[in-house]
């Protein structure tokens, strides 16, 4: 049931960003008089679709293959390579008898309103829930196994990575990989620590979940198991079970489950005193107590001030997948077995139906799909823009011929990232 419900957030998520993306491409195309003659989500293989119906000259439609969908424009070369129309002299109505510039606005458009979608979606996030991080300079880091491979330990606190000081303790690990960092400089207890990041290790940083965990000092915050509501108080910290040393709650977890609807003896901190308490723990290996927080940093916002913020986070959200491709780019890091297809996309949508988290996401995906269309790659619409602005420049319009083999190149390429994105994710559901 939880697989179908993600299913269902993926369909509609990414067929309200197809729509807005195509409707950009079409608005522009009305502005200019260009006739669109089709405007349809999913693609109608064969002339099958599962809805139709024709408004004026265009016709609208659901196509039955569900991948993406397309805004067909008169005297277009495009994903369709319809070319029957393009051997007849050009219409004043079709796309390749208007000017270079306006071209130009018609293939920037799907882009332009993916991005105007993201700050929409951004602002409002931030008028309603505010925005929300925990603070770097407060919290410890608790690393993974390829992270104390790279030097890390539990219990330090990242300063900088090389000139850059880390605000949101939640992006230290994309920050790890997109800066391209070279020397971290931590704290470990009362010493400054400088760690020299082995650059080959930046594709294993960009697969390995939670590389840095909040390390969780075992601080009792309120108890709630009767069982040892008499025994353990607020502010209390334990410091060791059954005579094993325990500093952080993720040291304390196997303790309790191999210990599971047993008895333990707990050494805890209390007003500077050491005391010995003996703690059930029940079936699923917990001892019935919540811990004291990690510092959370809270800032909200009015209408007028919640979109600039949207503006912010759009900008920095483009900034940082740029950041990504550019990883992915260079076989060296390794970073394109990262690239995931629907399948990586399902995964990341929550198991139950939330507002703050859909939007979130969607915002995401709109700046994805925005910036992956700005590829200069012919069949994208950044490949279409680099043609255009080609001609801008020189003054030199691109053959018929031309556009339809860099349109077939293009399409060759974009198979090939989704074979690429589809292995990779099958390979990791393998594994």
């Not at 693609?43 to 408004?55: E, I, P, S």
């Not at 991080?133 to 330090?156: C, H, K, Q, V, W």
Request: proline letters at 4%; aromatic letters at 12%; a neutral charge.
């Amino acid at each position: 049931m939880v697989v179908l419900f993600k299913i269902l957030q993926v369909i509609v998520a990414l067929s309200l960003l197809i729509i807005v993306h195509e409707f950009g491409h079409f608005l522009f195309a009305k502005l200019f008089h260009i006739r669109v003659e089709k405007f349809y989500l999913f693609f109608d293989v064969g002339g099958k679709a599962l809805l139709r119906f024709k408004v004026g000259e265009t016709e609208f439609g659901i196509g039955w293959l569900p991948f993406g969908g397309y805004c067909k424009i008169a005297g277009m070369v495009d994903e369709s390579m319809d070319l029957e129309g393009l051997k007849e002299e050009p219409k004043p109505w079709e796309f390749r008898s208007h000017n270079a510039w306006q071209r130009l606005c018609v293939m920037a458009g799907g882009v332009l309103f993916n991005f105007i979608f993201a700050i929409f979606a951004y602002s409002l996030i931030s008028g309603i829930w505010g925005s929300a991080y925990i603070s770097n300079s407060d919290t410890e880091i608790y690393p993974n196994e390829l992270a104390r491979e790279m030097g890390f330990r539990p219990g330090d606190r990242i300063l900088s990575l090389d000139d850059y000081q880390p605000q949101d303790f939640s992006m230290l690990q994309a920050d790890l990989a997109r800066r391209n960092v070279h020397c971290v400089r931590i704290l470990r207890g009362d010493d400054t620590v400088r760690l020299y990041m082995d650059q080959s290790k930046i594709g294993q940083l960009l697969s390995s979940p939670m590389m840095f965990d909040i390390a969780l000092p075992f601080v009792i915050d309120t108890v709630s198991f009767e069982a040892n509501a008499g025994k353990l108080r607020k502010g209390d910290r334990v410091c060791a079970i059954n005579g094993q040393k325990v500093e952080f709650l993720q040291d304390a977890a196997p303790l309790l489950r191999a210990n599971a609807s047993s008895e333990i003896s707990a050494d805890v901190l209390r007003d500077s005193a050491l005391v010995s308490v003996n703690l059930q723990v029940d079936s699923l290996g917990r001892i019935g107590v919540a811990l004291c927080p990690p510092v959370v940093k809270r800032q909200s916002y009015n209408f007028l001030e919640s979109i600039p913020q949207g503006f912010k986070r759009t900008g920095e959200a483009i900034s940082s997948y740029w950041d990504d491709l550019r990883l992915v780019a260079k076989p060296s890091t390794g970073a394109y077995k990262s690239v995931g297809s629907f399948i990586s996309i399902g995964q990341i949508f929550p198991d139950k139906w939330d507002w703050y988290q859909f939007l979130s996401i969607i915002a995401l995906l709109s700046i994805m799909l925005g910036v992956m269309n700005l590829l200069p790659i012919p069949g994208l619409d950044g490949g279409h823009i680099i043609i255009t602005l080609y001609e801008l420049i020189t003054g030199r319009k691109a053959s018929t011929k031309f556009l339809v083999i860099a349109q077939s190149i293009g399409m060759i390429l974009l198979l090939m990232l989704m074979f690429l994105a589809f292995g990779n994710d099958i390979s990791r559901l393998l594994h």
